[in-house]
């Protein structure tokens, strides 16, 4: 049985949830599959985030790591490509912490592109009738620092991806773009079901 670690965040930015936990929570609590799920909240903290990231991984020593986070004011699912060594943050993260154009790792690579099969789970999200895309950026806060963090924390032979959700509708402000929790966490079930699948050679990315 391999071992896929599931993660979310906590709330932040004065929120009192994330609907990225609360779909990691919905997905374990009827996770059927045939691997082992790991499932944890990270705390939204630059550094926190990365400390507690890499214990999960040291202590569960996982076969694919699957993260999961909030974009306000998305009205899609984005599987996301690449992280970028870059802390650039708009807001105060939990800890006070708000770093501006700093490298998550000083003698890192510029960029590290996700292992996860993101071509796939978003064909997938697509026949599923989920909104989806594969997207280029994860910003440049906790959550671009997750991925990029993950990708350099596992063996190169584990699948590693992050999902990017909207607001749920049991969490989204007025007006806001959502999608129904429910259809949240089947979309990161989804994620998790393809997560050691290969990648679909087809075309995409974007033109400007
Ligand atoms: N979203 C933020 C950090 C935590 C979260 O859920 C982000 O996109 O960086």
Not at 28 to 53: K, N, Q
Not at 90 to 108: K, V, Y
Not at 113 to 139: C, H, N, Q, W, Y
């Amino acid at each position: 049985m391999r071992t896929i670690l599931l993660t979310g965040f906590e709330a932040f930015g004065g929120d009192s949830r994330n609907p990225s936990a609360d779909a990691v929570a919905a997905v374990a609590a009827s996770y059927d599959g045939s691997e082992r799920l790991i499932i944890a909240t990270l705390p939204v903290s630059f550094a926190g985030s990365a400390l507690r990231l890499r214990s999960l991984i040291d202590e569960h020593d996982p076969d694919a790591v699957i993260a999961t986070g909030l974009a306000g004011g998305s009205d899609r699912v984005a599987v996301e490509r690449v992280g970028i060594n870059l802390m650039d943050a708009r807001i105060a993260d939990n800890d006070g912490a708000r770093p501006i154009d700093q490298p998550c790792e000083p003698d890192g690579p510029a960029a590290r592109f996700a292992t996860a099969p993101v071509k796939r789970m978003v064909a997938a999200l697509d026949e599923e009738g989920i909104p989806a895309r594969a997207s280029l950026s994860a910003g440049t806060y906790v959550c671009n620092h997750v991925l990029y963090t993950a990708l350099g924390a596992v063996r190169a032979t584990v699948p590693a991806g992050f999902v990017h959700v909207p607001w749920s509708m049991s969490t989204a402000p007025a007006d806001a773009p959502s999608l129904p929790d429910d259809v949240i966490a089947r979309a990161v079930r989804r994620c998790v079901d393809l997560v050691f699948e290969p990648e679909r050679l087809e075309p995409g990315g974007a033109i400007w």
